[in-house]
Nanobody, 120 residues
Framework: QVQLVESGGGLVQPGGSLRLSCAAS????????MGWYRQAPGKQRELVAF???????NYADSVKGRFTVSRDVASNSVYLQMNSLNPDDTAVYYC??????????????WGPGTQVTVSS
């Protein structure tokens, strides 16, 4: 069974920065992509950023130039550096993996979420 553990959320003032971390553990054979989604109150969950096995990245237009997604292959971890945060970034952020298990099963998994609040 695969588990995702997120950390790094919290309260930050507008213009500030936060770094989210997520580590995947369990019966992972290969990670195809990892990334982050977010869901604000009353809104649908949306993709924020992801990075695939070839280190190719993709970002939501609303975060381009402010957020950076990166990974550590050895530890099956993904990070989200968030700069120039504004109140519209307030949401629960969910780590995401697209991975294959040792028995060849492809899975998509979301973590429990970490709250990010941008407020003065």
């Amino acid at each position: 069974q695969v588990q995702l553990v997120e950390s790094g959320g919290g309260l930050v003032q507008p213009g500030g920065s936060l770094r989210l971390s997520c580590a995947a553990s369990g019966s992972i054979f290969r990670i195809n992509a990892m990334g982050w989604y977010r869901q604000a109150p009353g809104k649908q969950r949306e993709l924020v950023a992801f990075i695939n096995s070839g280190a190719r990245t993709n970002y939501a237009d609303s975060v381009k130039g402010r957020f950076t997604v990166s990974r550590d292959v050895a530890s099956n971890s993904v990070y989200l550096q968030m700069n120039s945060l504004n109140p519209d970034d307030t949401a629960v952020y969910y780590c995401y993996t697209d991975h294959s298990t040792a028995v060849g099963l492809r899975q998509h998994l979301w973590g429990p979420g970490t709250q990010v609040t941008v407020s003065s």
